[in-house]
């Protein structure tokens, strides 16, 4: 419902009731079924204030209520009173607000608290996979979200490129890996010899100090591992920069793991000497039993590092050098309880702004229902996924478009593809695994990327097909159907969804608002004919249209998912 609109109903509602607004605000609702009215008021919990009967209640404030424009109808029914909007002037304040705004519809006004949210998070030496693609595509698009509501934002990604993972990779590429650096499939390579260095490893006893002596070693600084380290995470980034640039994501700051681990240890030291951490076994730990949150590792028993050592040292960084007021870490739902321990440990530390560190957990990432294993080889790359989803998408766009230029389908292909792939990750809410299904993924109908492209592409062709361009002097009054009046209403939606996917961390819901949307508008399209209206009609119903391609176009850009001139 628009903000304005609703506001305008609350505060009459309220003084017809003698009511706050707020408290009107709380007990209206929008019916499911628009026969029931566009807003209803049910006046049960007024009883007790009221001290008489809620249909007696509803009936006294609907006498009283006064006679708005925005208020086609008030009707009681029992214990509640149903309104019933005036599709005319819903839909000048709605079009009007959308005609003004365009691209900033739905956006907020401007905020004083800087947000850091952290997302994506690969270890080099790794294959990056189908299940980074989870974590990227959920912060990129919860950044376009909250900068689109008026927050300061940065962007970071930590980069896992120092730690056990990566002294096993080189004490396996030392001692075992015979072969060059191949000048292809480099991502490829990175993950095949991860995977052989974990069932090395796996199989010998001895093979465990070795690769703790060889991370004692990275961390020391000895000269050879260093070189080789350098040359071979130089790799390892090459290949998160194609992705990301293929997915559209830009990070303003890149943390590296390498630089906290110093900073890290010293706050171990620290924590030490405060009598916060202790010695248990040689290793460093911080007992948090009497929070429920077990033995917090800080250090291993050998001195090196763990995730912990450097995350406590990241948390200072990001808040006394970017001076931001929250910090977001979107990670993996399997890290809940280590970011319980962290978080409590920086509140222990005396770290003020522990309360200000928010962990948004996401889920698992299954293909056919199985999970998905680095260390096993068990992976589908991210590569290899999106390769696959461009090739049916341009055998669809080959199918649908015979005479379209070569690398004008190439690039439609990619843009179908990424929005497959990016949709398929964001229409869920984070806390629940995904069943990737590829084929579903890819589906032109459907709840699905490609079909919110391909209704804005419907759209557009409405308004090419009409060679006339949107105006506000038109009569609202024409649009008065039931169609016309729940495209309006669902368009005028967008800017309370934002806020509440700003208030959740919630992606998702900006992803499901654009899927009802376009439902909508396509009954629209079904039952609502443009070209063949009268001119009133037409020039009104073209606004309209407008309307809704403007509005899923700023949805899908919140979402990170680019248009499309032809499907």
């Known amino acids: 419902m628009l903000e304005t609109v609703k506001k305008d109903i609350i505060s009459a509602i309220a003084k017809a009731a003698k009511l706050a607004p707020h408290e009107v605000a709380e007990l209206i609702e929008e019916p499911k079924d628009t026969a029931l009215g566009d807003l209803a008021l049910p006046c049960f919990r007024l009883a007790a204030k009221f001290r008489t009967s809620p249909q007696n209640i509803a009936k006294d ?17 029992g214990p509640y009173i149903n309104f019933f909007l005036s599709s005319s002037n819903l839909a000048e304040n709605v079009l009007t607000e959308v005609y003004k705004a365009k691209d900033k519809f739905g956006a907020g006004t401007k905020k004083a608290e800087k947000v850091m949210i952290e997302f994506s998070q690969p270890n080099t030496h790794k294959s990056f996979h189908i299940g980074h693609l989870r974590g990227t595509t959920t912060g990129n698009s919860l950044v376009n979200i909250m900068k689109f509501a008026g927050y300061p934002v940065i962007a970071a990604n930590y980069i896992g490129d120092i730690g056990a993972h990566v002294a096993k990779w080189l004490w396996f590429y030392t001692k075992f890996y015979k072969n060059s650096i191949p000048k292809k499939n480099i991502d490829k390579w990175l993950g095949k010899i991860y995977a052989d260095a974990d069932k090395k490893y796996k199989s010998h006893e001895k093979y465990h100090e070795e690769v703790a002596e060889v991370l004692k070693k990275l961390e020391a600084g000895d000269k050879k591992l260093i070189k080789l380290w350098q040359q071979t995470r130089k790799l390892s980034l090459a290949v998160f920069n194609e992705a990301y ?23 171990v030291s620290e924590l030490v000497k405060k009598g916060l951490a ?34 406590l040292a990241l948390a200072k960084l990001k808040f006394e050098k970017y001076k931001i007021n929250k910090s977001i870490y979107v990670v993996a739902q399997e890290q809940t309880h280590y970011f319980k321990q962290l978080f409590k440990t920086l509140e222990l530390m005396g770290f003020k702004q522990a309360a200000k560190c928010y962990h948004l957990a996401y889920g698992l990432v299954l293909l056919h229902g199985k999970k998905m294993a680095s260390r096993a080889g068990e992976i589908i790359m991210f590569e290899d996924l999106f390769k696959q989803a461009k090739n049916n998408a341009l055998e669809e766009v080959w199918s649908r478009n015979q005479n379209i230029h070569e690398a004008t389908a190439e690039k439609i292909a ?58 506000l002097k038109v009569s609202f009054d024409v649009l008065k159907t039931n169609e016309e009046l729940a495209l309006t209403k669902q368009i005028s939606n967008f800017k309370e969804i934002v806020a509440k996917a700003v208030e959740q961390y919630a992606p998702n819901m900006i992803a499901n608002y654009a899927y009802e949307l376009t439902q909508v508008f396509n009954t629209f399209y079904e039952k609502c004919p443009v070209a063949k209206a009268d001119a009133k009609t037409r020039a009104a119903r073209i606004l309209l249209v407008w309307a809704f391609a403007q509005t899923l176009r700023n949805a899908l850009n919140l979402l990170g998912i680019e248009e499309v001139e032809v499907m």
């Open 61 to 77: 404030i609907a006498a009283k209520m006064p006679k708005l424009k925005s208020i086609k109808m008030v009707h009681v029914v």
């Open 245 to 267: 640039k293929l997915l559209g994501v830009d990070f303003d700051i890149m943390f590296y793991e390498s630089e906290v681990e110093k900073p890290g240890k010293k706050i």
């Open 278 to 311: 202790k010695k248990d076994q040689g290793a460093m730990i911080i007992d948090l039993k009497k929070y429920d949150l077990d033995v917090f590792l800080l250090l291993k028993s050998d001195g090196s590092s763990l995730y912990s050592t450097k995350d």
């Open 414 to 471: 990619e843009k179908i593809a990424l929005a497959a792939l990016k949709y398929g990750m964001l229409k869920q809410s984070a806390d629940k695994t995904i069943d990737f299904d590829f084929e579903r993924a890819l589906a032109f109908e459907g709840d699905t990327g490609p079909y919110l492209q391909y209704s804005l592409v419907r759209a557009k062709k409405i308004l090419q097909k009409v060679k006339a361009k949107p105006s």
